[in-house]
Every structure is written in C-alpha cells, then in structure tokens.
T-cell receptor, first 112, second 115 residues
Framework: QQQVKQSPQSLIVQKGGISIINCAYE??????FPWYQQFPGKGPALLIA?????SEKKEGRFTISFNKSAKQFSLHIMDSQPGDSATYFC???????????FGEGTQLTVNP | DTEVTQTPKHLVMGMTNKKSLKCEQH?????MYWYKQKAKKPPELMFV???????INESVPSRFSPECPNSSLLNLHLHALQPEDSALYLC??????????????FGEGSRLTVL
C-alpha cells in the first residue's frame, strides 16, 4: 500500500490569507487525487479532486495544483475564512483494489 | 447534508455488550465501506463491500462483524469490544467509478465509547 506524506501537520492563517497544504505520493496505477475536508464531529467530505492530465483545477477559492513528474499535489485556499477552519486530508488512489490512502491530515485554523 | 445516514450518532457500551452500527444510502452506490477514525488521525479502512459481497477485510479483529443486507444498507455488529476500540466509525459509499478513484461519500459517523 502506498504512502502519502502530507504537510504541514497544522497551519494557522489570518483571515484573507492563503493556506497551502502539500502532499507527496508514491506510485499509483490510477489518476485521481481527492482532497477531503472534515469539520469537528462530522465525517470527511470531498472538497475538490484533480486528474493529473491537467496541472491545475480551481473551484471557487480552492485550487489544486498537480506535479505528476514530482508526484506532488497541493491545495491552495485563497482568501481564507474562519469557516474554512477544519482538518484537510489529501488522498491518493489505490494501486489496487479499493484502499484509498489518506495523508495524515492538516488542521487549519483561520483567525478572524 | 450528507446522503449517507448513520445511526446511532453516539453509542456507549460495556465490554460485554452486543450492539450494532447502521448505515444507509440511497444514491445507488454499489460499494460501501467501514472506516475507523481516531482523534487527529486519518480514517483507517476496515471493510469494503462491493455489490453486497465482502471484498476487503483489513485484518480487523473478529469482534467487529460487518453485514450488508442489501445494496442500500450496511451494518457493523460489535461484540466484546475493548476500550481502545473507542473511535468515530465512518460509513462511506462510492459510485462504480469510485472504487478506482477514491471518490467517497461519508456519513457523519457513529461516535463509539467502550467502557
């Protein structure tokens, strides 16, 4: 099962700032990289995902950038808001079967 | 609102009790999952059902027993649990393409406390 390394473990950003979370993965047979957002006491929810036939995908204030050669992808949250305070997990698709591998998570705090 | 419904939201049980967690989805997804999540950790896969058949068991102790009565329902039967089994138990489902892409729809989880 492949490893996914996520950084930083925690992140504090001022309102209006940019939050950046990075992930690196190992080999994969599939090409779909999701990010999940989890609020305290709730289940994770799919936030945004990218297929690496594109280098960037933007949805509102959230952007994924993908570097296939470096096996890295990152989440950028523009104009960060206190409501974005949550734990973010990157994930890499399975090399076989259905074992989605999650990163260790980044706890984001956006101060007002 | 999530389209994967889990009950109960909270459960407290003793080590000798037998209880069950339930999960329901009506999105027509044919893959359903149980995950365990400890505080400040990512979800850990426990079981995967594909077309109502158990396809993955991640070496989970037998005190956890999954069941998939039909394509919309998933149960997790609990018996003789240990305090270290206390965690948030998450159910998820995925559309057919999701089994190879990681597109999961999670419920809100059942918070289990074992005394």
């Amino acid at each position: 099962q492949q490893q996914v390394k996520q950084s930083p473990q925690s992140l504090i950003v001022q309102k209006g700032g940019i939050s950046i979370i990075n992930c690196a993965y190992e080999n994969t047979a599939f090409d779909y990289f999701p990010w999940y957002q989890q609020f305290p006491g709730k289940g994770p929810a799919l936030l945004i995902a990218i297929r690496p036939d594109v280098s960037e995908k933007k949805e509102g204030r959230f952007t994924i950038s993908f570097n296939k050669s470096a096996k890295q992808f990152s989440l950028h949250i523009m104009d960060s808001q206190p409501g974005d305070s949550a734990t973010y997990f990157c994930a890499a698709p399975p090399t076989s079967g259905s074992r989605l591998t999650f990163g260790e998570g980044t706890q984001l705090t956006v101060n007002p | 609102d999530t389209e994967v419904t889990q009950t109960p939201k909270h459960l407290v049980m003793g080590m000798t009790n037998k209880k069950s967690l339930k999960c329901e989805q009506h999105m027509g997804h044919r893959a359903m999952y149980w995950y365990k999540q400890k505080a400040k950790k990512p979800p850990e896969l426990m079981f995967v059902y594909s077309y109502e058949k158990l396809s993955i068991n991640e070496s989970v102790p037998s005190r956890f027993s999954p069941e998939c009565p039909n394509s919309s329902l998933l149960n997790l039967h609990l018996h003789a649990l240990q305090p270290e089994d206390s965690a948030l138990y998450l159910c998820a489902s995925s559309p057919p393409r999701g089994t190879n892409t990681g597109e999961l729809f999670f419920g809100e989880g059942s918070r289990l406390t074992v005394l």
